[in-house]
C-alpha cells in the first residue's frame, strides 16, 4: 500500500532523473515526495530507471548484513539495477566522470545461469542456488545521489535505484557450493597501499539468502532473474570513497584478484 500519490512519484521520479543526468548529488529528498516504504521506493526506481532507459545486467544488493537487517527494519535489503554499460571484467577501467559520488565495495557475488521468471509462488533457495552458475568475487563502484549517503533513510537510497553504479567481475570461486563464503578473506588495496581487511564473518551476510530474495523481488517487481545477470549481495570489507585513488585491487584468498582503474 502506498501512501505517496502518482503525481508525488512522478516529482521524485523527476529530480532523481536530473541528479542522474547532471551527475549532482542532494542533501535528501524533499518532504513531499519522500518514500517512507519500500513498495513507495521501488515504485520510483522503476520511474526512475525507465526514464534513464536502464538494462541491467545485475543486481546490486545492500543492507544485507545481520547489523544492516535490522536497521532497515521492515524495509529490508535494498535492491537496485545494475546498468549493463557499467558491468565490466577485470582488469576495468571508468573514467571518474562515468559516476557522482563513488564508493568502492569489494564484494561476494553470483553469475545466473539460468533464468528465473516471474511466477505465482516464490523461489526456494534450492531453486535458486541449482539456477546459479558460479559464486564469484568483484568490486561494486556503488554510486549515490546524495551529499551523505550514510545519513540517508533506507527508502531514499532504494528510490536512488539503490545506488547503484558499476560492478567489475572477477575469478569464480572453485568448490562454491561446498563451503562458507563469508570466510574467504579479503585484502583491500588502494594505488598499491593496503588499506583494509575484509570483513568478519559475523559482519557479512548469509549469500545464499541474498541470492534467493533477489530472484523472488526481481521476479515481483520485473522480468525476473535473467543468465548472465551478475548478484552482488553486500560489502564483504569495508567501503571507501574513491577520493585520489586511481586503482584499487581486491585480494580475495584461495580465488584471485579484482582490480579497477581510474581516468580522470
Avoid at 146 to 165: C, H, K, R, T
Avoid at 217 to 222: D, I, K, P, S, T
Wanted: glycine share 10%.
Amino acid at each position: 500500500m502506498m501512501a505517496l500519490s502518482d503525481q508525488q512519484i512522478a516529482q521524485a521520479t523527476e529530480i532523481l532523473v536530473n541528479c542522474h543526468r547532471n551527475r549532482q548529488a542532494l542533501p535528501g529528498m524533499p518532504a513531499d515526495c519522500t518514500p517512507t516504504t519500500a513498495a513507495e521506493a521501488m515504485a520510483i526506481q522503476l520511474a526512475l530507471n525507465g526514464e534513464l532507459g536502464v538494462q541491467p545486467a545485475g543486481w546490486k544488493v545492500g543492507f544485507t548484513s545481520a547489523a544492516l537487517l535490522e536497521k532497515a527494519g521492515d524495509i529490508g535489503p535494498m535492491l537496485g539495477a545494475m546498468p549493463v554499460d557499467l558491468v565490466r571484467a577485470t582488469p576495468a577501467t571508468f573514467s571518474v566522470g562515468d559516476f557522482t559520488r563513488p564508493i568502492i565495495e569489494f564484494e561476494i557475488g553470483y553469475r545466473m545461469g539460468a533464468d528465473l521468471p516471474p511466477r505465482d509462488s516464490a523461489y526456494s533457495e534450492a531453486e535458486v542456488l541449482a539456477a546459479v552458475d558460479s559464486a564469484i568475487v568483484g568490486i561494486e563502484i556503488a554510486d549515490p545521489h546524495f551529499d551523505d549517503v550514510f545519513s540517508q533513510p533506507v527508502p531514499n537510497l532504494i528510490a536512488d535505484n539503490g545506488v547503484a553504479g558499476g560492478f567489475i567481475s572477477g575469478p569464480d570461486i572453485p568448490n562454491w557450493r561446498d563451503r562458507d563464503l563469508a570466510e574467504i578473506a579479503i585484502e583491500a588495496f588502494a594505488d598499491g597501499e593496503k588499506v583494509a581487511d575484509g570483513m568478519t564473518r559475523d559482519e557479512r551476510c548469509d549469500a545464499p539468502w541474498v541470492v534467493t530474495w533477489t530472484a523472488n523481488q526481481v521476479a515481483r517487481y520485473g522480468d525476473g532473474l535473467k543468465a548472465g545477470d551478475y548478484i552482488t549481495t553486500g560489502a564483504a570489507a569495508p567501503p571507501a570513497a574513491l577520493g585520489s585513488a586511481r586503482e584499487w585491487q581486491g585480494r580475495f584468498d584461495g580465488v584471485g584478484d579484482v582490480t579497477v582503474r581510474f581516468t580522470d
